[in-house]
């Protein structure tokens, strides 16, 4: 898995994509598990009592780790220990500990691209029996289509479960807007009359039309391009598995990134979530496409200068294309690790993990970094409640989310993309060219 930045880890950052506000976990801990069947079984048996799993986490979803870790250990006595690593090591250590014979971890987040990857070179078990034995209490019918297939599904069989429904909105300044008489975007054409208006009014000022994510890691420029590509009604694979990158959509999406650096803050390629985001939030920018949870620190006057001055609407579409289809950009999953010895404890513990309840309790918990995965938690009033602007740009289009590939050679896919992607905005291909040279490597990768 690549990472989203260029230099260190996530926790190096002061604004890293997910901050990790202190103590935010210990006072959401009382999710009403005790009450449900769920949790009376599993306080009643205290079955784990004196065991222990050991987690492998992302570093932004530490605050979630470390809640799921208390709550479990308060539900069955079982403690889990868990180790954040960077978005680049990620998978790369999950693949060591295993092939090593080191098997240290029981239990592994996975960004859902890597499943196929994962599944292909055995370091993650197939869980499909287990699933469909389970499905009374998994229900994985409550989980969005566009989200449990990509997440979990790889050469036919599922090979874990999601516990974070990751997508792009589109944040704008209200105030900004205000001063220039403007209203949200709702296609590419209108964002992109919006951001050159607002720079070309307000850049002696160090306010700029829009941040633009180009940061050359597959997950931030990739983000970006994927939006458009979904904003223009496009996909990466057609109904065979083949490169759709030689269709209209693929080239107008890079046109559309293309068009926007100008009037964008300086510069594209060097602006990853670390540097996009302070921006958004100190008011320095005016919009910016951004996992769905900065709602919530955008409301948080600890780190946010645009309290109550910001709103949030869909991706915007663009050409012939009417429909608004959000990007699955980025989205995580749990795994049981092929390494381990407590594989039956590891389930338990994943079932737990990434039931509606839990996930309920994750979204109401600011830092958690979890989004919406299910349609009881994406519709559910407490959410409603706690991120009424995001629940609503979320409600009606996620659930037809645009997946990126997750087949074993998607980690490649997306870099060769991510690669020509930066040769465009660094004007040394025209989007025609780059696109076309990707798809002349998809073609290659896919058919090898």
Known sequence: MTSPHDRGSLSAFPFGRRRFLAG??????????SGTPLGRAFAQAKRFDGQSLNLMIIQPHVVAGRYLAEAWEKLTGGKVNVTAVPYDQLQAKATLDVQSGTNNFDVIDYWYTGVGALANDGIIVDVTERIERDKAEIQPDDYLRSIYDPYTLADGKRWGLPYDGDSHLLFYNTEIFGRHGLKAPTTWDEYLERSKAITEA???????????????????????????????????????????????????????????????????????????LPAFLSGKVAMIEFWSDLGVYAQDPKGSKIVDKWDAVRIPVGGSNKTSRLALNSGFAFAISSGSEKQDHAWEFIKFATSAKTGLGLLLTTGSGIDPDRTSTLNAPEYKAFAPKVQTALAGALENGLPWPNGPESPQLMQVLADELALILADQKAPEEAIAAAHEQWTSIIGS
């Open 24 to 33: 935010a976990s210990a006072g959401a801990l009382g999710l009403g598990l």
């Open 202 to 276: 307000e850049k002696a000022n160090g306010i700029y039309g829009a941040a633009v994510l180009g940061g050359k890691a597959p997950i931030i420029i990739g983000a970006s391009y994927t939006n458009r590509l979904a904003g223009f009604g496009g996909r990466y694979l057609k109904e065979d598995g083949s490169s759709a990158l030689d269709e209209s959509a693929a080239v107008e999406a890079a046109k559309a990134l293309k068009d926007a650096a100008p009037s964008a803050l300086p510069t594209p390629l060097e602006t990853r979530f670390e540097e996009g």
